[in-house]
């Protein structure tokens, strides 16, 4: 790499990692507001953000002195979009293990929901801009069930440099057939399992007893769980599994959330009475296992006309694919799914799902001004991102694949590429 894009993804990294005093005051003025709140979309109107914080939302705002103003002239204004259920940030490389920190694989004691990837969270990541070159500004880290089939926790990071997670940490576990070799060969075991966890977790089993499944610190966190303090995000897909989990989490009283979920429009309207969201890959069109027959394109349109919250997740490398997540919702609006729930989806009900709502996910007044302004419809993939502001900062456009590519598109000089400055 020539020193040049050496110190231009240097300048990237340091920006992105720049503190929130560095936030911008601006006016984005003129633009097709879609809040992703209950007043919709906005059409000629104004957003004032100030100390990161968006201040106000209508039309003719005047700009206070020292306020940058950004003409939209009517282009779309969209909070900035969820990436998913990703490890951006805790994988650089799928395929090299020693950069790859989602997985815990221990063969004594296997069982360890005390497990937490944020801890490994690297906000240096080049993953990153990649990313929020697609308006995305944040994600859910997810812990990965590679040696039981609970995987540990995760939590919600933003894209802009931050090194914490900024709300409530959830426990992920997966169910169903591509979890039975962790239990047994067999899913039944997987709820026999879930049985005998939450007995020590609420003190029925010893903890020095010679078949305890958890460690002292594993029964401490889930216990937590059990008592409210946070949401199980299942993966899972067969509607069975999915009837049974509902039945679980109502005895045990824990909130829940579904991933994948490729069978849940058959158990719509029992999700929808739990008040359970749903995490679809509305790619999901042909069964990828016996767990996922009722596979269909039509599975976030029949969700939500149940009344279930949907938002988006994607199996195939999500770390490395989070600007799939606009063809995600694209896919949906386009098999029945509304245009404001397919954003929605996107933004305000994963941000409410995983405990962030009050700080990300719309466009209103006490919000973080994390902000995309879109060349055209940001649910179409033909259309791209002109700048994303996250807690007001502009963030920078480039990523290490823009660097690459503005490098080779280049005309070639006297010396091979290799050597450009």
């Known amino acids: 790499m020539s020193a040049r894009s050496k110190a231009s993804l240097l300048a990237l990294a340091l920006l992105a990692a720049a503190p ?13 507001v879609h809040t992703a709140t209950a007043r919709g979309s906005l059409e000629h109107s104004d957003v004032l953000v100030q100390g990161g914080v968006i201040r106000a939302v209508g039309t003719g705002l005047a700009a206070p002195a020292g ?17 998913g259920i990703t490890d951006i940030g805790i994988e650089e490389v799928s395929g090299e293990s020693t950069t790859v920190d989602s997985t815990l694989k221990l063969e004594d004691q296997p069982l360890r929901p005390e497990f937490d990837v944020t801890l490994a969270y690297n906000p240096s990541s080049v993953l990153i801009p990649v990313a929020r070159l697609d308006g995305i500004g944040f994600t859910a880290l997810g812990a990965n069930s590679g040696g ?5 926790q995760g939590g919600v990071m933003r894209l802009d440099g931050s090194a914490d997670p900024i709300g409530p940490l959830a426990l992920y576990l997966r169910l169903g057939s591509s979890a ?14 879930l049985e005998q966890m939450v007995s020590e977790a609420r003190g029925r089993v010893p903890v020095d007893s010679p078949h305890a499944l958890l460690t002292p610190a594993g029964r401490a966190t889930l216990a937590r769980y059990l008592a409210g303090q946070g949401r199980l995000v299942v993966e899972v897909d067969r509607a069975a599994d999915i009837r049974q989990l509902l039945r679980w989490a109502a005895r045990e009283k ?29 790619l999901g069109n042909l069964p990828a296992s016996f767990d996922q027959l009722g596979a269909t394109l039509e599975n976030a349109a029949r969700l939500h006309a149940a009344g279930v919250p949907v938002s988006f997740t994607q ?30 989806g996107l933004t305000r009900v994963p941000a409410q799902a995983l405990g ?4 990300v996910g719309s466009i209103e007044p006490g919000k973080l001004a994390d902000l995309v302004l879109w060349e055209g419809d940001p649910l179409d993939v033909g259309h791209y991102a002109e700048q994303v502001w996250l807690g007001g900062r502009a963030m920078p456009m480039r990523s290490r694949q823009t ?5 080779y598109a280049a005309p070639a000089g006297s010396e091979p590429r290799a050597y450009s400055r």
Request: net charge neutral; hydrophobic share 50%; glycine share 10%.
């Open 356 to 359: 962030v709502g009050d700080k």
């Open 180 to 193: 039975a070799e962790l239990t047994g060969n067999s899913r039944a075991a997987q709820w026999m399992l």
């Open 67 to 83: 306020v940058t103003v950004v003409e939209a002239n009517g282009r779309p204004l969209t909070p900035a979009l969820f990436g």
């Open 315 to 344: 199996r195939d490398d999500p770390s490395h694919n989070a600007r799939k997540m606009r063809q995600l919702a694209g896919n949906a609006v386009a098999n029945g799914l509304p245009w404001q729930d397919g954003l929605a």
């Open 254 to 282: 824990v909130k829940i959330a579904i991933a994948g979920g490729a069978e849940a429009w058959r158990v719509a309207p029992q999700l929808a009475q739990a008040g359970v969201p749903v995490f679809v890959d509305a």
């Open 148 to 152: 039981g089939f609970v995987a540990g």
């Open 403 to 407: 660097e690459l590519r503005d490098r």
């Open 20 to 32: 929130a005093s560095w936030a911008q005051d601006l006016l984005v003025r003129n633009a097709t």
